[in-house]
Nanobody
């Protein structure tokens, strides 16, 4: 059983930056592909980014490419999401998730464990 706890959310002005962290415990962190998802107000949960077990491969949803960077530190059991050039449409609850499967990196259904989420609000 893996427990995930996100932190780092908050209120930021458009154009600003935030870094989210996700601390993992209760399992072997390096055995899981990791991902970030978000749920904007009144909308479905959507894929943001994913990273492979070693950190060697990363994937991004198109709106995040060039602005967001996903990374992980397996020694610290921590996942990160660096978010730059934030826009009001980035406002959402951001979730980290762990995936035992080697496929389905952009599909929420492929993930086995989820954090409780952290709110990111971008003001215009």
């Amino acid at each position: 059983q893996v427990q995930l706890v996100e932190s780092g959310g908050g209120l930021v002005q458009a154009g600003g930056s935030l870094t989210l962290s996700c601390a993992a415990s209760g399992g072997s962190f390096s055995n899981y592909g990791m991902g970030w998802f978000r749920q904007p107000p009144g909308k479905e949960r959507e894929f943001v980014a994913s990273i492979s077990r070693s950190g060697g491969r990363t994937y991004y949803a198109d709106p995040m490419k060039g602005r967001f960077t996903i990374s992980r530190d397996n020694a610290k059991n921590t996942l990160y999401l660096q978010m730059n050039s934030l826009k009001p449409e980035d406002t959402a609850v951001y979730y980290c998730a762990a995936r035992a499967s080697y496929t389905g990196y952009s599909s929420a259904g492929a993930y086995d464990y989820w954090g409780q989420g952290t709110q990111v609000t971008v003001s215009s």
